[in-house]
């Protein structure tokens, strides 16, 4: 179970990493830097941005699944 956890937050902190690197400065310079300052604008784009990072998340998660590579104990007894 422990492999699971430290697979899934390096997926998810990986993807929060990258989008937020093609995604960030266009966000501030499209919102506007009054709304950007007073915190509307940052809350919003972070979570949007956790929320695309979780579905990635669990996307690559499936795919890793289905591929068949073991990420779960298949037994718990």
Do not use: D, Q
């Not at 669990?58 to 104990?73: D, R, S």
Request: net charge positive; charged share 15%.
């Amino acid at each position: 179970m422990m492999k699971f956890w430290i697979i899934a937050i390096l997926i998810f902190a990986a993807s929060t990493y990258i989008l937020s690197k093609f995604t960030l400065k266009e966000n501030r310079k499209e919102t506007g830097e009054k709304v950007w300052k007073y915190g509307y604008g940052r809350s919003t784009y972070w979570r949007i941005l956790c929320l695309c990072s979780f579905g990635i998340t669990v996307a690559i998660m499936l795919v890793m699944h289905w591929i068949g590579i073991p990420i779960l104990p298949t037994s718990i007894a």
